[in-house]
């Protein structure tokens, strides 16, 4: 029996509307939770795979009952947000019971590798990675980044801060718990994603994207492209990974200052950008079908240079440029022709969204 996959919408809709582009091309039933009257799914022709509509933010496992109430045989939840992820690994037996499959390894090992502390002693000893140079909170400097040990606390969601100057870190350090932080150095050169899936066996498929332009604070990219391997050894990497017991989908953010590769962070989840996953490497997909859905897909790696970009992200005032973009002369032009949403599908969100 073919499995159906499950996409909550209403949070990283830009990875929910890739995966949708994507199962429907291959066939494979998609089952959508919508967030509210208001989730921007309507107005895609994804509206016609809402299956439940949430009256608000909170989540319960009444949800997923009803989901599954619907069908018959197995669901695939795909891992998109990371307040969802927690939710639904905490609740992994009784998701099991509906015939709900979490889509992720246990809960003790996806935090090591999505937590930003303990994330960093999995891959600290790689060759050729470096880690930010780190300081207690009490005894941060600016430039410096106050990070969360733990990426939820108190049912929220926690994020990193960047500190360029003494009051943003003054009101910072005013506004968090201390003891739920800790700061490193703020390094400032090139930014890049490594994308990729990682298999139960070991084996991983990836390719690289360049980050351009990124919403101030360090929130989402809204400008990328794909590029060559900036100088990590991708095995290495992914062993160190592997050997902490995860598997599946992850993105992890290095950023090169001066020819060293500083690691920042891994999100194991399906990540903003992920069109250009569906557009450039699509093998990644191959992985995730066959570790998850039992199914044999065929995608591919193109050579050529593809682009990412989210218009109506990309409009709001105080973008991070990262170095490469200097050598880009059209930027404007890449924003509106690349625009996640400038598709069929998406028609009524292209600049709106």
């Known amino acids: 029996m073919m499995k159906r996959a499950l996409l909550f919408s209403g949070y990283n809709q830009r990875s929910v509307i890739a995966l949708c582009r994507y199962f429907s091309k291959i066939g494979i039933e998609i089952l959508i939770v919508s967030s509210g009257k208001n989730d921007s799914i309507y107005q895609t022709v994804y509206n016609k795979n809402v299956i439940f509509e949430r ?27 990371e307040y969802l992820n927690r939710f639904v690994l905490e609740n992994y037996d009784e998701l099991i019971k509906l015939d709900i499959e979490p889509g992720m390894p246990l809960e003790e090992i996806y935090t090591k590798v999505t937590n930003k502390r303990s994330s960093q002693d999995i891959v600290k000893y790689v060759s050729g990675v470096k880690i930010p140079k780190e300081m207690p909170v009490s005894e941060a400097k600016i430039p410096c980044v106050l990070k969360p040990y ?25 506004n968090i718990k201390p003891e739920y932080y800790f700061a490193q ?31 101030g604070n360090g929130k989402s990219m809204v400008l990328a492209r794909s590029c060559k391997n900036p ?66 897909t065929h995608g591919c790696n193109r050579e050529a240079t593809d682009y990412y970009a989210w218009y109506y992200g990309a409009k709001q005032s105080g973008l991070k440029k ?32």
């Open 231 to 296: 100088g990590l050894n991708e095995n290495l990497f992914f062993n160190a990974i592997h050997s902490s017991g995860y598997y599946g989908i992850m993105m992890t953010e290095f950023i090169k200052r001066k020819d060293e590769l500083y690691y920042i962070e891994t999100n194991p989840r399906f990540w903003g950008p992920f069109q250009l996953a569906i557009d450039h490497c699509s093998r990644i997909m191959d992985f995730y079908m066959k570790e998850w859905f039992g199914v044999c």
């Open 322 to 353: 990262y170095p490469s973009i200097n050598n880009i002369n059209n930027v404007d032009f890449l924003l509106e022709k690349y625009d996640v949403y400038n598709r069929g599908d998406t028609v009524d969100l292209h600049k709106r969204y």
């Open 55 to 81: 009256l608000d933010s909170r989540l319960n496992i009444q949800i997923f009952e009803k989901v599954a109430s619907y069908y018959t045989g197995p669901i695939i939840y795909c891992p998109t947000s």
């Open 150 to 174: 733990t990426n939820i606390a108190d049912c929220k969601v926690l994020y990193p801060i960047i500190c360029q100057d003494d009051s943003v870190l003054r009101d910072a350090l005013s």
């Open 185 to 215: 150095e703020f390094i400032e050169g090139q930014s890049y994603y490594l994308c990729g899936v990682l298999a139960k066996n070991g084996e991983f498929c990836c390719y690289w994207q360049e980050n351009l332009l990124q919403q």
